[in-house]
């Protein structure tokens, strides 16, 4: 694999024509990669926007076919997935500020150097990682606290994450400057004071960062959901698409197919609509969280590579 | 740290007097804690205190504390199951086999891209090797299901140009192991790769500088730089993946068991998940919960200790 580099101007030739090859077999590598990982994304979207005859037919393979936006007319008339779509907002919405807000007031405290049970809290939240109690005493638990079937237990669910504390501890530790608190603490300043004039006002970044992980991981749960709502005009929305995308079938009877079908068309027509109108869920569910990555896409990033410097 | 441990050092009254003024001064640290503590409490301790429930016949009119301690029937009918050695095969297969196909791509990956030279393409294509990060689990199976459909699924009118019939792969129990490991490759892969090149980034560039001048070629800085600087990051990563062999991603094999598919897509945590909460057998399956854990957490500290004694890399 390695080219022998010798000495003199034959080594040389040699060298530059392996690095040569090199940068090509890595273009190769990375527009196999990038078609791979685009293609499916593109596939969904002109889909959605094709003629479901056409797509049926396996015309839709690099361009739409026969534009039309029928997917998109008939999910609007899904009453099921309309409501669990508000219900997500809300759930993600309320979600993110409580978690925002409990993990940066630990990582603050996590993340003073003369905290005394230092030790002790870090035992207590990262052994968390390793063991649990499991589905099933959750679930037991869950309901003897009446949180089952409630939002409340949607919200609060994976609020707080071990590792969101320790990349934000890791944040405040590094990001702001000492000379800052030991400044205001000769000042006579509590730390309440300190928390919410100076390292709040700071943290936009580590805000910005927890916003993207916990709305990710919230807006695309349906697991929890499943588990723990029984009361159907709960669900968030990943829980209704779980109904209509992870099947085999179209099931026929369902409330997804009544509203595919218009009063005039046929059964058959309802159900070609409902092949296309799968498309256009997939559109409407994940646009607007690869939307808002985007726009955060530098916070992303950055999260991870916080959390792999050692605080 | 340090400080700490030199005021504990020092005289017993002297020691009482700092912590009432330590605590004076900084009591509000406990109260901004004390949320988070709750919530680990409630979500995560009390859970563990239900584990009990596994060696009892819980019965819900008499609760959690209430019901009748049984010692380890429920784990011994589940070991002598005639299922037992299906669902614990499929588990670790399933999972052996994502761990040592999906674990190279990233580094793989993270390797080639620190390769791009310029910083716009570069960039690009960061940019976009995340993005299957932020789809669903429903949506990423539900593409499944649509592009893999006999009638009208992408990949077979693919096979279609070929000549070749139709197949129903959701439906093929021998498909449902390479589709988990393809579709988990396609969605995390890119996401992994930002561990790996904060790794790479954080090398010194003297060193590629270095390797130039004595007439390295671009395959021998990979083998003698950049592998050596990513193989403490490796380490972590493997470590933690091995922690998980026997719990990972059962809300995705849920979505993406068939019928067809069940002789190996019956992995425990969805047995538990069908078996306890659809029928309704808390003990039993909580029994098994808790079989998991236990090897998890063995194998994680294992691996954690086979890495430290190895490679001097370790968690904890």
Same mark, same amino acid.
């Not at chain 1, 679930?139 to 237990?153: E, G, K």
């Not at chain 2, 793989?108 to 690009?124: E, F």
């Given at each position: 694999?390695?080219?022998?580099?010798?000495?003199?101007?034959?080594?040389?030739?040699?060298?530059?024509?392996?690095?040569?090859?090199?940068?090509?077999?890595?273009?190769?590598?990375?527009?196999?990669?990038?078609?791979?990982?685009?293609?499916?994304?593109?596939?969904?979207?002109?889909?959605?926007?094709?003629?479901?005859?056409?797509?049926?037919?396996?015309?839709?393979?690099?361009?739409?076919?026969?534009?039309?936006?029928?997917?998109?007319?008939?999910?609007?008339?899904?009453?099921?997935?309309?409501?669990?779509?508000?219900?997500?907002?809300?759930?993600?919405?309320?979600?993110?500020?409580?978690?925002?807000?409990?993990?940066?007031?630990?990582?603050?405290?996590?993340?003073?150097?003369?905290?005394?049970?230092?030790?002790?809290?870090?035992?207590?939240?990262?052994?968390?990682?390793?063991?649990?109690?499991?589905?099933?005493?959750?679930?037991?638990?869950?309901?003897?606290?009446?949180?089952?079937?409630?939002?409340?237990?949607?919200?609060?669910?994976?609020?707080?994450?071990?590792?969101?504390?320790?990349?934000?501890?890791?944040?405040?530790?590094?990001?702001?400057?000492?000379?800052?608190?030991?400044?205001?603490?000769?000042?006579?300043?509590?730390?309440?004071?300190?928390?919410?004039?100076?390292?709040?006002?700071?943290?936009?970044?580590?805000?910005?960062?927890?916003?993207?992980?916990?709305?990710?991981?919230?807006?695309?749960?349906?697991?929890?959901?499943?588990?723990?709502?029984?009361?159907?005009?709960?669900?968030?929305?990943?829980?209704?698409?779980?109904?209509?995308?992870?099947?085999?079938?179209?099931?026929?009877?369902?409330?997804?197919?009544?509203?595919?079908?218009?009063?005039?068309?046929?059964?058959?027509?309802?159900?070609?609509?409902?092949?296309?109108?799968?498309?256009?869920?997939?559109?409407?569910?994940?646009?607007?969280?690869?939307?808002?990555?985007?726009?955060?896409?530098?916070?992303?990033?950055?999260?991870?590579?916080?959390?792999?410097?050692?605080? | 740290?340090?400080?700490?441990?030199?005021?504990?050092?020092?005289?017993?009254?002297?020691?009482?007097?700092?912590?009432?003024?330590?605590?004076?001064?900084?009591?509000?640290?406990?109260? /901004?804690?004390?949320?988070?503590?709750?919530?680990?409490?409630?979500?995560?301790?009390?859970?563990?205190?239900?584990?009990?429930?596994?060696?009892?016949?819980?019965?819900?009119?008499?609760?959690?504390?209430?019901?009748?301690?049984?010692?380890?029937?429920?784990?011994?009918?589940?070991?002598?199951?005639?299922?037992?050695?299906?669902?614990?095969?499929?588990?670790?297969?399933?999972?052996?086999?994502?761990?040592?196909?999906?674990?190279?791509?990233?580094?793989?990956?993270?390797?080639?891209?620190?390769?791009?030279?310029?910083?716009?393409?570069?960039?690009?294509?960061?940019?976009?090797?995340?993005?299957?990060?932020?789809?669903?689990?429903?949506?990423?199976?539900?593409?499944?299901?649509?592009?893999?459909?006999?009638?009208?699924?992408?990949?077979?009118? /693919?096979?279609?140009?070929?000549?070749?019939?139709?197949?129903?792969? /959701?439906?093929?129990?021998?498909?449902?192991?390479?589709?988990?490991?393809?579709?988990?490759?396609?969605?995390?892969?890119?996401?992994?790769?930002?561990?790996?090149?904060?790794?790479?980034?954080?090398?010194?560039?003297?060193?590629?500088?270095?390797?130039?001048?004595?007439?390295?070629?671009?395959?021998?800085?990979?083998?003698?730089?950049?592998?050596?600087?990513?193989?403490?990051?490796? /380490?972590?990563?493997?470590?933690?993946?091995?922690?998980?062999?026997?719990?990972?991603?059962?809300?995705?094999?849920?979505?993406?068991?068939?019928?067809?598919?069940?002789?190996?897509?019956?992995?425990?945590?969805?047995?538990?998940?069908?078996?306890?909460?659809?029928?309704?057998?808390?003990?039993?399956?909580?029994?098994?919960?808790?079989?998991?854990?236990?090897?998890?957490?063995?194998?994680?500290?294992?691996?954690?200790?086979?890495?430290?004694?190895?490679?001097?890399?370790?968690?904890?």
């Amino acid at each position: 694999m390695a080219s022998n580099a010798a000495p003199g101007k034959t080594g040389k030739r040699k060298l530059s024509r392996s690095n040569r090859v090199f940068q090509i077999v890595n273009t190769v590598f990375w527009i196999m990669i990038m078609f791979i990982i685009l293609y499916p994304l593109y596939l969904v979207v002109i889909a959605s926007v094709s003629d479901p005859d056409a797509i049926i037919r396996g015309e839709v393979v690099w361009h739409p076919v026969g534009i039309s936006m029928r997917g998109y007319q008939a999910i609007f008339k899904y009453k099921e997935m309309l409501r669990s779509y508000g219900n997500s907002i809300l759930y993600t919405f309320s979600s993110v500020v409580i978690s925002i807000m409990i993990t940066l007031l630990g990582a603050y405290v996590l993340s003073r150097p003369k905290f005394k049970g230092k030790a002790l809290f870090n035992m207590f939240f990262v052994f968390t990682m390793f063991f649990g109690g499991g589905l099933i005493p959750t679930f037991l638990v869950m309901r003897d606290l009446r949180l089952y079937n409630t939002p409340w237990v949607i919200i609060l669910m994976g609020s707080v994450n071990v590792w969101n504390l320790m990349v934000a501890r890791t944040f405040i530790q590094t990001s702001i400057p000492h000379e800052l608190y030991e400044a205001s603490m000769i000042d006579g300043a509590t730390h309440f004071d300190y928390f919410g004039r100076v390292v709040l006002p700071l943290s936009k970044t580590i805000i910005a960062v927890l916003a993207v992980y916990y709305g990710v991981a919230k807006w695309n749960d349906y697991f929890t959901g499943l588990v723990y709502l029984r009361d159907r005009s709960l669900y968030p929305l990943q829980t209704v698409l779980r109904e209509i995308l992870a099947t085999l079938q179209v099931d026929m009877s369902g409330d997804y197919m009544i509203s595919m079908a218009d009063d005039m068309s046929s059964m058959i027509e309802a159900t070609k609509v409902a092949q296309v109108a799968k498309y256009c869920i997939i559109v409407v569910a994940t646009g607007p969280v690869v939307i808002l990555y985007g726009f955060m896409q530098k916070y992303f990033e950055k999260g991870v590579m916080i959390g792999s410097l050692k605080g | 740290m340090k400080k700490a441990k030199t005021v504990s050092a020092v005289k017993n009254t002297q020691n009482r007097q700092s912590i009432k003024s330590y605590l004076k001064n900084n009591w509000q640290l406990y109260v /901004m804690i004390l949320p988070a503590v709750i919530y680990f409490f409630i979500f995560n301790y009390l859970p563990m205190y239900g584990i009990q429930i596994a060696f009892k016949d819980y019965k819900a009119v008499m609760g959690i504390n209430g019901s009748p301690w049984v010692g380890f029937k429920h784990f011994t009918n589940f070991f002598n199951a005639y299922y037992f050695k299906r669902l614990l095969a499929n588990t670790l297969i399933l999972n052996v086999e994502n761990l040592l196909i999906s674990f190279p791509i990233p580094i793989i990956m993270a390797i080639m891209l620190n390769q791009i030279k310029s910083d716009k393409i570069k960039r690009g294509v960061q940019t976009s090797i995340y993005v299957p990060y932020f789809i669903s689990t429903v949506v990423l199976a539900g593409m499944l299901y649509i592009f893999l459909s006999p009638t009208s699924g992408i990949f077979n009118t /693919m096979r279609g140009w070929f000549g070749l019939g139709a197949v129903d792969y /959701m439906s093929s129990a021998s498909a449902f192991r390479p589709l988990y490991i393809i579709s988990g490759i396609w969605q995390g892969a890119g996401y992994s790769t930002i561990l790996f090149i904060a790794a790479l980034a954080g090398v010194d560039q003297s060193l590629y500088e270095a390797a130039e001048i004595d007439g390295a070629s671009i395959w021998q800085k990979i083998r003698y730089i950049d592998l050596p600087s990513l193989l403490p990051t490796i /380490m972590m990563v493997f470590v933690l993946d091995c922690g998980k062999l026997l719990s990972s991603n059962t809300d995705k094999a849920l979505v993406m068991q068939t019928a067809g598919n069940i002789p190996t897509s019956d992995i425990i945590g969805v047995y538990v998940y069908n078996v306890g909460l659809g029928s309704g057998q808390f003990s039993y399956t909580a029994a098994i919960g808790l079989f998991i854990n236990i090897i998890n957490f063995i194998l994680i500290i294992t691996v954690n200790k086979i890495s430290q004694k190895t490679t001097e890399v370790g968690l904890f």
